[in-house]
């Protein structure tokens, strides 16, 4: 997908180029706008097919966690199930990633040291993010539960 945008960004740039070059600009910003126009297009181009890039990637985000969960199914059924998992619940995600800014600035703050308090609690709440996409799934993440509360 990134290389369709890019193709198509440099077809834009081209025939800008071309039609301001032969449309009576001036000679000195002929020389000058083109490359401008070229950075700023290629900029922009890229960075939304970096947002659109990512955000496609966030169906696919619970793959890792299905695959342990069903350790039966194969890597193209985990994406499957992923997808129909996160479908609906992208936004909650985001938010949920976006919750944890804050304790990344504090922990940012301590040279890195309160990261070894942050990654374990982001990653624990993702996986209660998992689980309360599919409550009625008791697999192997449930069995923490079992061994926690013993």
Known sequence: MSGTVAIISILIIIFQFAF??????SPELVTAMPLLKIATYSFVIYTISAIITALLS???????????????????ECVAESRNLMSGNILKYIFLNLSFIGWAFLAVFTFGIGMFWLAPY????IVSFYRMLNPEDKSVLYQVDDIVNQ
């Open 20 to 25: 301001d070059t032969f449309a009576g600009i």
């Open 58 to 76: 966030l169906k696919y985000i619970l793959a890792r966690l299905i695959s342990i969960d069903h350790p039966e199914l194969t890597g193209k």
């Open 122 to 125: 982001m990653q624990i709440s």
